[in-house]
């Protein structure tokens, strides 16, 4: 079972920035991606970015593409979101996930996520 704990997130004004930090429990390069996504009540989480664990290769939802970077750092076993330029829509629950197996979908569809963070708000006004 891996755990993932996340942390960074908080209240800024528009136009700042923060950077999200995701922690596993288990070595992030035995998954396959990671990825972050966020969720407002009310409404289906939708993914923001993720990262092919051993390749490096990333990918973004459009509404964050030049803003938003996700990264690792293999030796911390961590997970990055920088976010820059933040706007009142980018306000959510931020949540951290591991795909352990590859998948035919989209990095940024939820379902072949296997493991979940509890989440960390941020807030932009």
């Known amino acids: 079972q891996v755990q993932l704990v996340e942390s960074g997130g908080g209240s800024v004004q528009a136009g700042g920035s923060l950077r999200l930090s995701c922690a596993a429990s288990?070595?992030?390069?035995?998954?396959?991606?990671m990825a972050w996504f966020r969720q407002v009540p009310g409404k289906e989480r939708e993914g923001v970015a993720a990262?092919?664990?051993?390749?490096?290769?990333?990918y973004y939802r459009d509404s964050v593409k030049g803003r938003f970077t996700i990264s690792q750092d293999n030796a911390k076993n961590t997970l990055y979101l920088q976010m820059t330029s933040l706007k009142t829509d980018d306000t959510a629950m931020y949540y951290c996930?591991?795909?352990?197996?590859?998948?035919?979908?989209?990095?940024?569809?939820?379902?072949?996520?296997?493991?979940w963070g509890q989440g960390t708000q941020v807030t932009v006004s």
């Open positions: 996930a591991a795909a352990l197996q590859p998948s035919d979908e989209c990095p940024l569809i939820e379902s072949q996520y296997h493991y």
């Open positions: 288990e070595s992030i390069e035995r998954m396959y991606h």
């Open positions: 990262i092919n664990s051993s390749g490096g290769r990333t």
